[in-house]
Each structure stands twice: as structure tokens, then as C-alpha cells.
């Protein structure tokens, strides 16, 4: 009896089919990894380049664009709000008021005392400096003006050691206008300033009326010295 022949091909043996299948399913996740690691580093890539070519941007730039860019967008949005301020008919300082929080208000206060501080009169000199650093952060440079002048002026306009330019200039009428109303401003300030005075409520009450109060601050700051002692003993009653 003729035996029966076993074959010994094992391409169609579940195992190995199995294996194989894992294997390609490996492969491809191992492929699909490597083009997203791809795709991952030719966007690294380019994000790179576009951060490099922004930064050399910057390093262009004057040292304090960032401010000058910000202030400028500040004067943009203001300029707006007050023409739609003068197209509703309304006063655009008070809307400005009115969107401004009690905090806000606060803080730009101490800001405000923070960076000029009002120390008091203390010399004619400083006062005078005082006055002329407010009325040159008031100045606003006409330059429509400034390129006519110059124009006219020619080489004149930049004078050497030899320029002779005493009384060749004649001011405007707008500027005539503009300094003596400042000066009207600065009158009428003038008159209604009255530097409030501390009052100590602990203080002893030495007079019958205002104008009695203020004779007696000026004797006791010129004669204090000199009476404190006849005055201690005129409240103890020890005088002799």
C-alpha cells in the first residue's frame, strides 16, 4: 500500500500568513510615522526660517519702534473716537471720563504726581524751570511751516558763525494770537491759585479769627524762638 506523500510547503499555513500580515501592518505604521516626522520637520523648518527672517525685521528697526508703534495706534484710535465724538454732537473729554475707571483714574494720578511732582515754591529758579519744561511739552512744531521757512530761507536757514538773523524774523498773527492768549491763560490762572495750607485739628486755638490766626503764624515764625519760654509761663501761671 503506497504511502501518502506529506507536503511540506507552509506558504498557506494560517500562522505564517498571520505573521506576515503583522509584519506589513508594522511596516506601515513604521512608513506612516517617518512621513509625518517628515511633514513635522519641513514645518519646523519653514516656521524657522519665518521666525529668523522676522527677527532680522526687528533688529532693523529703531530701538523703540514697539513704543512708537503703540503710540501711534493709541493717536489713531483717539483721533477716531473724536470724530465719532463731533458726529454724535458729544464732547469727547467727558466720554473719555466716562469710560475711565475709579482704579484707572487712581493710578494715572499717582502717575501723573510720580513723574512731576509739585515739591512747592522753593526759589524763583526752579519755579521758572517748572514753568518752562510745562510750556515746551505744550509745543506742537507746525512742520507745513517748518518747510516753508526753510525754503524761503535757504541757505540762511542754517546759520554758521557769520549768519546775522537778529530781527530778520517776523512771527505770524497765529502765533502772535496763540502766546497772548497763553499769557491770558496763565493770568487768570494766576488769580485763582491758592495753595491749600494743612490744618492740625490737635493744634492749639490761639485766635478769635482768621485774620488774627495769620498775624499770629508770622510772630511765631519770626519771635517763636525767642517767647516760647514768657509763653510757657504765661499757660502755666508761673510768670512773674
Not at 507536503?7 to 512608513?31: G, W
Not at 529668523?52 to 493717536?75: G, I, M, T, Y
Request: proline share 2%; charged share 40%; with cysteine.
Amino acid at each position: 500500500m503506497a504511502a501518502v506523500g506529506v507536503s511540506t510547503d507552509n506558504s498557506e499555513d494560517p500562522a505564517c500568513i498571520a505573521a506576515e500580515d503583522v509584519a506589513a501592518q508594522k511596516r506601515e505604521e513604521r512608513l506612516r510615522k517617518f512621513r509625518e516626522l517628515h511633514l513635522k520637520r519641513n514645518e519646523a523648518r519653514k516656521l524657522n526660517h519665518q521666525e529668523v527672517v522676522e527677527e532680522d525685521k526687528r533688529l532693523k528697526l529703531p530701538a523703540n519702534w514697539e513704543a512708537k508703534k503703540a503710540r501711534l495706534e493709541w493717536e489713531l484710535k483717539v483721533e477716531e473716537k473724536k470724530k465719532e465724538c463731533a458726529a454724535k454732537g458729544e464732547d469727547y473729554e467727558r466720554v473719555k471720563l466716562l469710560e475711565i475707571s475709579a482704579e484707572d483714574a487712581e493710578r494715572f494720578e499717582r502717575k501723573r504726581k510720580k513723574k512731576n511732582p509739585d515739591l512747592g515754591f522753593s526759589d524763583y529758579a526752579a519755579a521758572q524751570l517748572r514753568q518752562y519744561q510745562r510750556l515746551t511739552k505744550q509745543i506742537r512744531p507746525d512742520l507745513e511751516e517748518y518747510v516753508k521757512l526753510r525754503e524761503e530761507s535757504g541757505e540762511e536757514f542754517y546759520p554758521t558763525s557769520n549768519s546775522l538773523l537778529h530781527g530778520t524774523h517776523v512771527p505770524c498773527k497765529e502765533g502772535v494770537d496763540k502766546m497772548v492768549a497763553d499769557l491770558e491763560k496763565q493770568i487768570q490762572k494766576r488769580e485763582k491759585y491758592s495753595r491749600r495750607r494743612s490744618y492740625n485739628d490737635d493744634a492749639d486755638i490761639d485766635y478769635i479769627n482768621e485774620r488774627n490766626a495769620k498775624f499770629n503764624k508770622k510772630a511765631e515764625r519770626f519771635y517763636g524762638k525767642y517767647t516760647a519760654e514768657i509763653k510757657q509761663n504765661l499757660e502755666r501761671g508761673t510768670a512773674v
